[in-house]
């Protein structure tokens, strides 16, 4: 029976099947919730994002405790941020990390105090950053020399000390399943460590940006920020990463006389999309790194940082769910004489563009009910006019799947919503909240009127 199992990785903890075969996110109905939401809509399991939220403080702080060092968990709101979803991580004990005015904005709506938020960007305008000095953000996060600069002048002229964290870039690349490790590095994120830079012989960029940091009074530095890449399962990228800042951090202290106080590892923990595919464990990672980077300021002789780490995807992907409803269903035949079932929904490129934009691949199940039908080879798509707009690349549905029918597809919490466009002037659908039975709206669904009332005419 098809879907019957639905279960485990990759849905949420709340994620399960009633007795008439219908799927339910923590007791509700996915019927009730298309039925008093509409579809598509995308669905959060409330108790399941905590539970995650909890799993990477509590697995980080012990890790790193066995060696006396402290860690703050950051939850990178770009994966996807609302008032409700800001305040839940916060009072789970994490803090927020930004990238703009209006990530911003909406962490300090929640109530987030700016000591415990962040500002990241490699182009942040003067006024995020004066919003963020005048919210007394905890950190800003510094991308290049031209920075230092202007967040330095920012701070003269509100008349505070800024906070600063310089982001350095080691080489190391990481997501999927491989990492590899390069001297330089052709992106635009953060100051490179490589020697010599782009002038023989000179220090680094990473080291020309922190020593610019401690020649401004109006900025306190931190410590020195690595972010290494996205959906990474495996833990050695993070060790390397982490080996050359404590190096960087080592240098600096012999240059300058500071050594810093803080490292930051950055976000990237791999989640599960698919059945039968293992997320990072939080656990096991923690405990990895820990001993690594401390194996590491060991032979340095420093003593360890306070360290911090920004999951945004291992938090809230797999809390979330997408409910669509079935349109049409139409066989194509292939030339290898297979025939694929086209499934096309309610939605598409517009609420998930990760497909689209990465190959990213997903699962769906028949939510609605279960079939006795045979699984057939499907592809889920949108409805938007093109081609490549595509939900699901290839799953086994049941051979009746049919209009009206429902399909869920799991782990669409993170960088779902918050990549969401109105290709097409589709209006953005909502998000839904549920816990303990009861499901109430975190961000409601777009409306036509929303889109006429920003077109001037
Ligand atoms: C995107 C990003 C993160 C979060 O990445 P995830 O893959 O969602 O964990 C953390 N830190 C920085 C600087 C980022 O750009």
């Given at each position: 029976?098809?879907?019957?199992?639905?279960?485990?990785?990759?849905?949420?903890?709340?994620?399960?099947?009633?007795?008439?075969?219908?799927?339910?996110?923590?007791?509700?109905?996915?019927?009730?919730?298309?039925?008093?939401?509409?579809?598509?809509?995308?669905?959060?399991?409330?108790?399941?994002?905590?539970?995650?939220?909890r799993a990477y403080r509590r697995a980080f702080e012990a890790a790193f405790a066995e060696f006396g060092?402290?860690?703050?968990?950051?939850?990178?709101?770009?994966?996807?941020?609302?008032?409700?979803?800001?305040?839940?991580?916060?009072?789970?004990?994490?803090?927020?990390?930004?990238?703009?005015?209006?990530?911003?904005?909406?962490?300090?709506r929640a109530g987030v105090p700016g000591a415990d938020i962040g500002l990241h960007g490699n182009n942040?305008?003067?006024?995020?950053?004066?919003?963020?000095?005048?919210?007394?953000?905890?950190?800003?996060?510094?991308?290049?020399?031209?920075?230092?600069?202007?967040?330095?002048?920012?701070?003269?002229?509100?008349?505070?000390?800024?906070?600063?964290?310089?982001?350095?870039?080691?080489?190391?690349?990481?997501?999927?399943?491989?990492?590899?490790?390069?001297?330089?590095?052709?992106?635009?994120?953060?100051?490179?460590?490589?020697?010599?830079?782009?002038?023989?012989?000179?220090?680094?960029?990473?080291?020309?940006?922190?020593?610019?940091?401690?020649?401004?009074?109006?900025?306190?530095?931190?410590?020195?920020?690595?972010?290494?890449?996205?959906?990474i399962l495996d833990p050695s990228g993070f060790e390397v990463a982490a080996a050359a800042v404590l190096?960087?951090?080592?240098?600096?202290?012999?240059?300058?006389?500071?050594?810093?106080?803080?490292?930051?590892?950055?976000?990237?923990?791999?989640?599960?999309?698919?059945?039968?595919?293992?997320?990072?464990?939080?656990?096991?990672?923690?405990?990895?790194?820990?001993?690594?980077?401390?194996?590491?300021?060991?032979?340095?002789?420093?003593?360890?940082?306070?360290?911090?780490?920004?999951?945004?995807?291992?938090?809230?992907?797999?809390?979330?769910?997408?409910?669509?409803?079935?349109?049409?269903?139409?066989?194509?035949?292939?030339?290898?004489?297979?025939?694929?079932?086209?499934?096309?929904?309610?939605?598409?490129?517009?609420?998930?563009?990760?497909?689209?934009?990465?190959?990213?691949?997903?699962?769906?199940?028949?939510?609605?009910?279960?079939?006795?039908?045979?699984?057939?080879?499907?592809?889920?798509?949108?409805?938007?006019?093109?081609?490549?707009?595509?939900?699901?690349?290839?799953?086994?549905?049941?051979?009746?799947?049919?209009?009206?029918?429902?399909?869920?597809?799991?782990?669409?919490?993170?960088?779902?919503?918050?990549?969401?466009?109105?290709?097409?002037?589709?209006?953005?659908?909502?998000?839904?909240?549920?816990?303990?039975?009861?499901?109430?709206?975190?961000?409601?669904?777009?409306?036509?009127?929303?889109?006429?009332?920003?077109?001037?005419?």
């Amino acid at each position: 029976m098809a879907g019957a199992g639905t279960c485990g990785e990759p849905w949420s903890r709340g994620v399960a099947r009633d007795e008439a075969g219908a799927l339910t996110v923590a007791g509700v109905p996915v019927a009730e919730l298309a039925e008093r939401f509409g579809t598509p809509a995308y669905v959060l399991d409330e108790d399941d994002l905590r539970e995650r939220a909890r799993a990477y403080r509590r697995a980080f702080e012990a890790a790193f405790a066995e060696f006396g060092a402290g860690v703050d968990v950051y939850y990178a709101g770009k994966a996807f941020l609302s008032v409700a979803v800001a305040r839940w991580v916060h009072e789970e004990g994490l803090r927020v990390d930004t990238a703009s005015g209006g990530e911003l904005a909406v962490a300090l709506r929640a109530g987030v105090p700016g000591a415990d938020i962040g500002l990241h960007g490699n182009n942040k305008s003067d006024d995020e950053l004066r919003q963020a000095l005048a919210a007394g953000v905890g950190r800003i996060i510094v991308d290049s020399l031209v920075e230092v600069d202007r967040v330095a002048d920012l701070a003269a002229a509100a008349g505070v000390v800024a906070p600063v964290m310089v982001r350095v870039t080691t080489g190391v690349h990481a997501g999927g399943h491989e990492f590899i490790s390069t001297a330089h590095e052709d992106q635009k994120f953060g100051l490179s460590i490589a020697a010599g830079g782009d002038e023989q012989g000179s220090d680094s960029p990473a080291m020309r940006g922190l020593l610019a940091v401690l020649a401004r009074p109006e900025l306190r530095l931190l410590g020195i920020h690595s972010h290494i890449g996205s959906q990474i399962l495996d833990p050695s990228g993070f060790e390397v990463a982490a080996a050359a800042v404590l190096r960087l951090r080592a240098d600096l202290a012999e240059r300058s006389g500071v050594l810093v106080a803080e490292v930051d590892l950055g976000g990237g923990y791999g989640i599960a999309y698919l059945p039968g595919e293992v997320a990072l464990d939080a656990d096991r990672i923690a405990k990895d790194v820990a001993s690594s980077v401390a194996a590491s300021a060991a032979e340095l002789g420093t003593p360890l940082p306070r360290f911090s780490i920004e999951p945004g995807r291992a938090i809230v992907g797999p809390a979330g769910l997408t409910l669509y409803t079935v349109g049409t269903v139409k066989p194509v035949r292939l030339d290898d004489d297979r025939t694929r079932l086209y499934v096309s929904v309610d939605g598409g490129m517009s609420d998930n563009i990760r497909p689209a934009l990465y190959g990213a691949r997903y699962h769906a199940e028949l939510a609605s009910r279960t079939s006795d039908a045979e699984p057939v080879l499907a592809r889920v798509v949108g409805k938007h006019c093109e081609s490549g707009d595509i939900v699901v690349h290839e799953v086994d549905l049941p051979a009746d799947v049919r209009a009206g029918d429902l399909l869920a597809v799991p782990a669409t919490g993170a960088y779902g919503r918050s990549m969401a466009s109105n290709y097409n002037l589709l209006t953005r659908p909502p998000v839904v909240a549920v816990r303990g039975g009861q499901a109430r709206t975190l961000v409601r669904r777009e409306t036509v009127d929303d889109l006429l009332a920003l077109d001037q005419g």
